[in-house]
Protein backbone atom coordinates (compact mmCIF):
# COMPACT_ATOMS: atom_id res chain seq x y z
CA UNK A 1 0.00 0.00 0.00
CA UNK A 2 1.41 3.15 -0.88
CA UNK A 3 1.62 5.84 2.20
CA UNK A 4 -1.69 7.91 2.60
CA UNK A 5 -3.23 10.39 5.08
CA UNK A 6 -5.79 9.41 7.72
CA UNK A 7 -7.21 11.62 10.90
CA UNK A 8 -4.73 11.75 13.95
CA UNK A 9 -5.05 12.18 17.19
CA UNK A 10 -1.68 13.79 18.76
CA UNK A 11 -0.60 12.04 21.37
CA UNK A 12 0.68 15.54 23.13
CA UNK A 13 3.89 15.86 24.26
CA UNK A 14 7.58 15.49 23.25
CA UNK A 15 9.95 12.91 25.10
CA UNK A 16 12.80 14.51 24.97
CA UNK A 17 13.87 16.18 21.98
CA UNK A 18 13.99 13.86 19.28
CA UNK A 19 11.96 11.38 20.64
CA UNK A 20 7.89 11.30 21.31
CA UNK A 21 5.76 8.66 22.81
CA UNK A 22 4.22 6.03 19.89
CA UNK A 23 1.46 3.50 20.56
CA UNK A 24 1.05 0.18 19.41
CA UNK A 25 -2.61 -0.61 18.12
CA UNK A 26 -4.19 -3.85 17.62
CA UNK A 27 -6.44 -4.25 14.61
CA UNK A 28 -9.27 -4.07 17.16
CA UNK A 29 -7.83 -0.60 19.13
CA UNK A 30 -8.28 1.04 14.93
CA UNK A 31 -11.43 -0.47 14.68
CA UNK A 32 -12.90 1.11 18.14
CA UNK A 33 -10.44 4.66 17.50
CA UNK A 34 -12.07 5.11 14.21
CA UNK A 35 -15.91 3.74 15.40
CA UNK A 36 -17.39 7.15 15.18
CA UNK A 37 -15.96 8.30 11.13
CA UNK A 38 -18.65 9.16 9.22
CA UNK A 39 -16.82 7.35 6.18
CA UNK A 40 -15.24 3.68 7.84
CA UNK A 41 -11.50 2.91 6.76
CA UNK A 42 -10.38 0.52 3.66
CA UNK A 43 -10.70 -3.13 5.81
CA UNK A 44 -6.61 -2.85 5.06
CA UNK A 45 -6.32 -0.48 7.75
CA UNK A 46 -7.88 -2.72 10.28
CA UNK A 47 -3.97 -4.05 11.52
CA UNK A 48 -1.37 -3.95 13.97
CA UNK A 49 -0.28 -0.30 13.79
CA UNK A 50 2.94 1.35 14.91
CA UNK A 51 1.80 4.96 15.38
CA UNK A 52 4.32 8.30 15.96
CA UNK A 53 5.03 11.26 15.51
CA UNK A 54 8.04 13.74 14.31
CA UNK A 55 8.72 17.03 14.16
CA UNK A 56 5.95 19.06 11.60
CA UNK A 57 8.47 20.67 9.84
CA UNK A 58 9.98 17.07 9.08
CA UNK A 59 6.13 15.77 8.30
CA UNK A 60 5.63 18.51 5.76
CA UNK A 61 9.05 17.72 3.89
CA UNK A 62 8.53 13.98 4.08
CA UNK A 63 4.93 14.40 2.67
CA UNK A 64 6.18 16.72 -0.47
CA UNK A 65 9.08 14.13 -1.06
CA UNK A 66 6.01 11.10 -1.26
CA UNK A 67 8.35 9.37 1.57
CA UNK A 68 8.24 7.69 3.44
CA UNK A 69 9.16 4.69 1.40
CA UNK A 70 8.25 1.49 2.20
CA UNK A 71 11.69 0.04 0.51
CA UNK A 72 14.14 1.73 2.86
CA UNK A 73 13.13 -0.74 6.14
CA UNK A 74 15.05 -2.63 8.35
CA UNK A 75 14.20 -4.42 11.27
CA UNK A 76 17.13 -4.19 14.16
CA UNK A 77 16.76 -5.53 17.78
CA UNK A 78 18.74 -4.01 21.06
CA UNK A 79 19.32 -4.52 24.02
CA UNK A 80 22.10 -5.99 25.99
CA UNK A 81 20.07 -8.21 28.95
CA UNK A 82 17.86 -11.14 27.23
CA UNK A 83 15.19 -10.43 29.16
CA UNK A 84 14.65 -6.71 27.89
CA UNK A 85 15.19 -6.64 24.19
CA UNK A 86 14.18 -4.03 21.71
CA UNK A 87 12.93 -4.16 18.17
CA UNK A 88 13.48 -1.25 16.27
CA UNK A 89 11.36 -0.63 12.81
CA UNK A 90 13.66 2.02 11.09
CA UNK A 91 12.53 3.86 7.93
CA UNK A 92 15.01 6.32 5.80
CA UNK A 93 14.04 9.12 3.41
CA UNK A 94 17.32 10.28 1.76
CA UNK A 95 19.74 11.34 4.81
CA UNK A 96 16.58 11.27 7.43
CA UNK A 97 15.93 8.01 9.66
CA UNK A 98 12.52 7.89 11.93
CA UNK A 99 12.55 5.08 14.16
CA UNK A 100 9.84 3.03 15.96
CA UNK A 101 11.24 1.50 19.34
CA UNK A 102 8.99 -1.76 20.52
CA UNK A 103 9.79 -3.06 24.14
CA UNK A 104 9.47 -7.18 24.04
CA UNK A 105 9.14 -7.53 27.27
CA UNK A 106 5.90 -5.54 26.89
CA UNK A 107 2.60 -8.18 27.07
CA UNK A 108 1.06 -5.79 24.17
CA UNK A 109 4.15 -5.98 22.22
CA UNK A 110 4.74 -9.48 22.32
CA UNK A 111 1.05 -10.20 21.35
CA UNK A 112 2.04 -7.81 18.32
CA UNK A 113 5.20 -9.75 17.08
CA UNK A 114 3.67 -13.35 17.51
CA UNK A 115 0.59 -12.33 15.51
CA UNK A 116 2.48 -10.57 12.68
CA UNK A 117 4.88 -13.64 12.78
CA UNK A 118 2.09 -15.92 12.09
CA UNK A 119 0.51 -13.81 9.42
CA UNK A 120 -1.67 -11.00 10.78
CA UNK A 121 -1.24 -7.33 8.77
CA UNK A 122 0.96 -4.55 9.96
CA UNK A 123 1.32 -0.97 9.06
CA UNK A 124 2.91 2.39 10.28
CA UNK A 125 1.16 5.82 11.16
CA UNK A 126 3.51 8.78 11.33
CA UNK A 127 2.02 12.29 12.14
CA UNK A 128 3.84 15.69 12.58
CA UNK A 129 2.08 16.93 15.89
CA UNK A 130 -1.22 17.47 14.06
CA UNK A 131 -4.63 16.34 12.94
CA UNK A 132 -3.21 14.18 9.46
CA UNK A 133 -0.63 10.88 9.64
CA UNK A 134 0.91 9.49 6.74
CA UNK A 135 -0.11 5.61 6.83
CA UNK A 136 1.84 2.64 4.99
CA UNK A 137 1.81 -1.14 5.46
CA UNK A 138 5.05 -2.86 5.83
CA UNK A 139 7.27 -4.94 3.60
CA UNK A 140 8.69 -6.96 6.34
CA UNK A 141 7.42 -10.76 5.59
CA UNK A 142 5.89 -12.90 8.35
CA UNK A 143 9.38 -15.65 9.03
CA UNK A 144 11.37 -11.80 9.22
CA UNK A 145 9.60 -11.62 12.74
CA UNK A 146 9.44 -15.04 13.12
CA UNK A 147 13.09 -14.68 15.02
CA UNK A 148 12.27 -12.45 17.72
CA UNK A 149 9.22 -14.51 19.17
CA UNK A 150 12.13 -16.38 21.57
CA UNK A 151 13.25 -12.65 22.65
CA UNK A 152 9.87 -11.79 23.99
CA UNK A 153 9.68 -11.59 27.55
CA UNK A 154 6.70 -10.68 30.43
CA UNK A 155 9.53 -11.22 33.21
CA UNK A 156 10.20 -8.09 33.96
CA UNK A 157 8.02 -7.66 37.03
CA UNK A 158 10.29 -6.54 40.30
CA UNK A 159 13.07 -5.04 37.88
CA UNK A 160 11.06 -1.74 36.84
CA UNK A 161 13.71 0.68 38.41
CA UNK A 162 16.14 -1.75 36.24
CA UNK A 163 13.74 -1.82 33.02
CA UNK A 164 13.14 2.02 33.40
CA UNK A 165 16.77 3.16 33.39
CA UNK A 166 17.56 0.74 30.25
CA UNK A 167 14.35 2.25 28.78
CA UNK A 168 15.73 5.64 29.20
CA UNK A 169 19.20 4.67 27.78
CA UNK A 170 17.90 3.11 24.97
CA UNK A 171 15.35 6.10 23.47
CA UNK A 172 18.68 8.49 24.45
CA UNK A 173 20.59 6.55 21.98
CA UNK A 174 18.29 6.26 18.96
CA UNK A 175 18.12 9.40 18.34
CA UNK A 176 21.89 9.17 17.44
CA UNK A 177 22.22 9.25 13.94
CA UNK A 178 24.74 6.98 13.72
CA UNK A 179 23.02 4.36 16.04
CA UNK A 180 20.97 2.69 13.20
CA UNK A 181 23.17 2.01 9.85
CA UNK A 182 21.84 3.51 6.70
CA UNK A 183 19.17 1.59 4.80
CA UNK A 184 20.27 3.23 1.41
CA UNK A 185 23.88 2.85 0.05
CA UNK A 186 26.29 5.94 0.03
CA UNK A 187 24.00 8.12 1.78
CA UNK A 188 24.94 9.12 5.29
CA UNK A 189 22.49 9.06 8.34
CA UNK A 190 22.38 12.90 9.35
CA UNK A 191 19.22 12.82 11.18
CA UNK A 192 16.98 10.75 13.11
CA UNK A 193 13.75 10.24 15.38
CA UNK A 194 12.35 8.19 17.50
CA UNK A 195 8.81 6.99 18.35
CA UNK A 196 9.13 4.99 21.57
CA UNK A 197 6.11 2.63 23.03
CA UNK A 198 6.75 2.65 26.14
CA UNK A 199 5.58 -0.39 28.32
CA UNK A 200 1.71 -0.17 29.92
CA UNK A 201 4.00 -0.73 33.16
CA UNK A 202 6.45 1.61 32.71
CA UNK A 203 4.23 4.54 31.26
CA UNK A 204 3.75 7.27 34.02
CA UNK A 205 7.25 6.93 34.82
CA UNK A 206 8.54 6.90 31.49
CA UNK A 207 6.83 10.59 31.00
CA UNK A 208 8.41 11.52 34.31
CA UNK A 209 11.82 10.63 33.39
CA UNK A 210 11.99 11.97 29.58
CA UNK A 211 9.22 14.55 29.13
CA UNK A 212 9.82 17.90 28.17
CA UNK A 213 7.42 20.68 27.17
CA UNK A 214 7.25 21.04 22.64
Do not use: N
Not at 100 to 110: H, I, Q, R, W
Not at 166 to 182: A, N
Request: one cysteine or more; a neutral charge; glycine letters at 8%.
Amino acid sequence: MKAGHLEHTSLDFQLCTGAYLGSLMSPADVKRATAGRAQSLPDELYRWTLCGEIDQALFSLLRACGHPQQGRERLTVVGQSPQVRYAVFTHQAGSFQHRFLVPLYDPKAAAFISAVAHGDAMGYSLAGQGSEAAVWATRLSATELMPLLPMCSESVAGSESMVLRDYVDVVMRLRDPSCIPSVTKGVDVKLASVSAIAPDCLLDRVAGHLWSPT
